[in-house]
């Protein structure tokens, strides 16, 4: 399965990463909108991990592009922030899963990736 993380803090990114590929996922990591969008442009991906916040471009357009370009990729959002937290991501973002914060321990996104990753068209 693979998955793609939009995450502008290279070592939380990493860290992600490492977990969820001990998993046996595929992981591609990004740090910001633009090479998230290169990356949706030419691959599927069953999950995304996208900081809500990111330190350049907007999670939200990416978000969008994917719901356009991939609407069966699930979207777990992380964030470090009380943005969103009254639940209306969900509003906004048609394949938003989950909304987690940033400190949630690695090996449980890993396995929040791999539950919302079973579901996807490309896994089943």
């Not at 719901?67 to 969103?84: C, D, L, M, R, W």
């Not at 991501?89 to 914060?101: G, K, T, Y």
């Amino acid at each position: 399965m693979n998955v793609l993380i939009v995450e502008s803090d290279p070592d939380l990114g990493r860290l992600w990463q490492r977990h969820m590929e001990r998993q046996g996922l595929t992981v591609r990591l990004e740090a910001d909108q633009q090479q998230a969008i290169s990356a949706l442009q030419t691959a599927f991906f069953a999950v995304i991990v996208l900081d809500l916040v990111l330190s350049d471009g907007s999670a939200l357009a990416v978000a969008d592009y994917a719901s356009y370009k991939h609407p069966e990729a699930q979207i777990i959002f992380v964030n470090s922030t009380s943005f969103f937290s009254d639940g209306s991501i969900f509003e906004l973002c048609s394949n938003a899963r989950a909304f987690v914060h940033n400190s949630t321990p690695p090996e449980d996104l890993a396995t929040m990736v791999a539950h919302y990753g079973r579901h996807s068209p490309d896994t089943v």
